[in-house]
């Protein structure tokens, strides 16, 4: 089993639709970090947390500490936010845990 | 500019070839970091970097691969003969933390753009 599990792997919806990715993990962490990879590769942090919630926009992000749990959400969407969202999680360390990523597609 | 910066963002080698990737951090951080991200898969952790050393190299995949930060700040991933299943993009990412500040040190990483390598 994955240390850090991603769901769904693949999202497909239309322009408009509010979008969550689930992102849970089976180690204890200093920080969850959620981050966007258009093709190409370019690697953007969109938030970093440790507890409670997150906006920036139109991107909403939540952790769960006690159930090891976090979500991403996304209102309104947008082609734009076309992308694969990334879970990585940061444990004792400087490491990173990363997840598989979800990738996201939003249609006109 | 403010953020990472990385070059070339894309390189195509004839199988044998040595390659250099360039990392320029954002100034002032301590910390950097080489991750290999093949395709459809998540980054993989090479190698970190705290100021000038090498702390921690676990990840180089082999002998092949060399990074350098020779005076804390600019780092060059060097791969020598490189073979197909170097194949990859390539991410850099700098931190203003030192790492070693254990569960209460919140690791902030900033990415670069990476860079594509394509090895024929």
């Known amino acids: 089993k994955n240390e850090v599990e991603q769901s769904p792997q693949n999202l497909t919806a239309q322009e408009g639709e509010f979008i969550t990715i689930n992102c849970s993990y089976s180690?204890?962490?200093?920080?969850l970090h959620w981050l966007q990879q258009h093709p190409g590769g370019g690697i953007v942090s969109l938030f970093m947390l440790s507890s409670g919630k997150k906006k920036h926009g139109r991107l909403i992000a939540t952790i769960n500490i006690q159930e090891k749990h976090s979500s991403l959400h996304i209102t309104a969407s947008h082609p734009r936010d076309s992308a694969v969202y990334i879970c990585?999680?940061?444990?004792?360390?400087?490491?990173?845990?990363w997840g598989a990523g979800t990738k996201l597609i939003i249609k006109p | 500019g403010a953020g990472v910066s990385q070059s070339p963002r894309y390189k195509v080698a004839k199988r044998g070839q040595d390659v250099a990737l360039r990392c320029d951090p954002i100034?002032?951080?301590?910390?950097l970091f080489w991750y290999q991200q093949a395709l459809g898969q998540g980054p993989e952790f090479l190698t970190y970097f705290q100021n000038e050393a090498q702390l921690d190299k676990s990840g180089l995949p082999s002998d092949r691969f060399f990074a350098e930060r020779p005076e804390g700040s600019v780092s060059t991933l060097k791969i020598q003969r490189t073979q197909q299943e170097d194949s990859a993009v390539y991410l850099c990412a700098s931190s203003p933390r030192d790492g070693s500040g254990g569960r209460s040190s919140y690791n902030e990483q900033f990415f670069g753009p990476g860079t594509r390598l394509t090895v024929l």
């Open positions: 100034s002032g951080h301590v910390s």
């Open positions: 180690v204890g962490i200093s920080a």
């Open positions: 990585a999680v940061g444990g004792s360390n400087y490491q990173l845990i």
